[in-house]
Every structure is written in structure tokens, then in C-alpha cells.
């Protein structure tokens, strides 16, 4: 089942383009490999397709550099001793055709997601609330503190249920690990592997800097609906 506020929809007629269409199509068909957690982590793991890692990527590196900003902490705070990144902010109801393919296979994992945790099931619909963010990691760069991703007083903030990240390429040397502190897991970066997990303290995590490196990811949060 699904419990998002709106139903995935594909962009285009079938009519109107044919073989991006049937692309389209047959992406909804995909079966989503999965990435084995231990039950009790929480945690859950399945992989997208490297094409639509591709065309977020390509969308971030042909958005105007006027959109992209310094990675913020907290209330929009800067400190890149903490996190050291460039992010670009989405908006849900972007247009964008690789962003929207990647929203509806998002959808489709975090339904996995829910089938594997049933008591994690929303009593009613859940959606995205704060947008969409791509991010890049220079070498040596990361979010190097640890912390959870519900944690002040906010109205949105604390209407975050999961978080999900989805990494764009592959780190082959030392660190670019997702580092989950009570779970002792530590996830090495691979190309469109999407993971989610709580917003809690109990996800208490970070990012592990590669210093010869650079890294990109898609993250946000899956939120209770109002």
C-alpha cells in the first residue's frame, strides 16, 4: 500500500513522448535489490538505478550557482568545521523530469520500508514537507558531527518521521561512511543506495570525511501529514 499524500504520477502522456514514457514505465517495474540490515537497526537499504543517480547529478552541476548555497546545521546555521558542503534545494513540486522520477522510486522504497517496520505505519498519510536537497562533499569535506535529524522546536521539525539519503556515486578509498552511532554500522557510500531511517536520537549519525574524494547525495525527510 501506499500512505503518501498523493499517489505517484507519471509526467508525460504516453502519447506525447513514447520511448521516454515507456523508460518511465519500465523504471516503475524495477525490483529495488535490497541492502541487508540487521532487523533490530532499524535501518532499511535498496538500491535505484545509477540513471536517475545520473540526472540528479546532472541537475545539480546545470543549476545556476546562484541556487546552490553552503550546507547549514540547525536554523540554517553555517559552520563548515561542522558541515562542509554545497546544497541544492528541490521543491516538491519541481518539474524537473529526473528529479520527478526519482520522487516516485523514492515513494516506492519508503513503502518497502514500511512493509518491513508495519509499526512504523503512519495512522494517516505522510508526505515531504521541507523539499528535496542534493549535496555535494568536497574532499575532506561532510556533515562531521554527529547528530539526529529531529532535534528543536519546530512545527515541521517535529512532524519528521524518517529520513532517507540516496548516494549518487561510489567512494572506492578511506572514509565517506554514513557512521550510525549506537547501531555501530558504518555504511560505505554506493552508487544508488537509498537508505531510511527514524529522525530520532536513537539514529544518532554522521559523515565520515574522504579525503581524496568527493561525495554527493540526495537527502530529506518523509513527514506526518497534516
Known sequence: PSFFMSDIILPLDPDSNPEVW??????????????????????????????????????????????????????????????????????????????????????????????????????????????????????????????????FMDPVNLCRHLVYMTYLNDITGDGGETQFYFQKIDVKPQKGLTLIWPSDWTHTHRGNPAHDEEKMIITGWIHYAP
Open 22 to 151: 515507456e523508460k518511465e514505465q519500465k523504471k516503475n517495474a524495477i525490483q529495488f535489490p535490497e541492502y541487508e540490515f540487521p532487523f533490530e537497526s532499524f535501518i532499511g537499504g535498496w538500491f535505484i538505478p545509477h540513471d536517475v543517480c545520473d540526472q540528479l547529478v546532472d541537475l545539480y552541476w546545470k543549476t545556476t550557482e546562484s541556487d546552490i548555497h553552503d550546507g547549514q546545521i540547525g536554523k540554517g546555521r553555517i559552520d563548515r568545521s561542522i558541515k562542509d558542503s554545497r546544497d541544492l534545494s528541490i521543491h516538491e513540486n519541481s518539474s524537473n523530469l529526473g528529479f520527478h522520477t526519482y520522487r516516485n522510486l523514492l515513494q516506492k522504497v519508503t513503502n518497502k520500508y514500511l512493509d518491513r517496520y508495519t509499526q512504523a505505519e503512519p495512522l494517516g498519510k505522510i508526505g515531504f514537507r521541507e523539499g528535496h536537497n542534493i549535496q555535494w562533499y568536497p574532499k575532506g569535506g561532510g556533515y562531521k558531527d554527529f547528530h539526529c535529524e529531529r532535534n
